[in-house]
């Protein structure tokens, strides 16, 4: 199984990114995803999750509003439209599968995840 983020970069406050994770080596429309991110020195975090059919998803208060995530299980590819970045949106984001195959909720917590791409940098200047 390998996840691989791509789409981070350096941006003003105020500004967009779209992020993408590209997933293979599983059934990609069987399981729900989520985006997780890790700033310096602090720990993992929740941003926001969805469900294997895209119907139902989950948003740290933090992101609400500003974030959407969305997926295409044709092209197995997870997306994060980021919007209204702010400096504290700074860190390195990743996405993730949860652990269970057709599993009912959508989850937010890490430990709910079993496979995980190796992130991708956001930088957000002020």
């Known amino acids: 199984v390998q996840l691989q983020a791509s789409g981070g970069g350096l941006v003003q406050a105020g500004g967009s990114l779209r992020l993408s994770c590209l997933v293979s080596?599983?059934?990609?429309?069987?399981?729900?995803m989520g985006w997780f991110r890790q700033a310096p020195g602090k720990e993992r975090e929740f941003v926001s999750a969805?469900?294997?059919?895209?119907?139902?998803?989950n948003y740290a208060d933090s992101v609400k509003g500003r974030f959407t995530i969305s997926r295409d299980n044709d092209k197995k590819t997870l997306y994060l439209q980021m919007d209204s970045l702010k400096p504290d949106d700074t860190a390195a984001y990743y996405c993730?599968?949860?652990?269970?195959?057709?599993?009912?909720?959508?989850?937010?917590?890490?430990?709910?995840?079993?496979?995980w791409g190796p992130g991708t940098l956001v930088t957000v200047s002020s």
């Open positions: 080596g599983y059934t990609f429309s069987l399981y729900n």
């Open positions: 993730a599968a949860d652990r269970a195959i057709l599993s009912a909720a959508v989850a937010t917590t890490a430990l709910d995840y079993e496979y």
């Open positions: 969805i469900s294997r059919g895209g119907g139902r998803t």
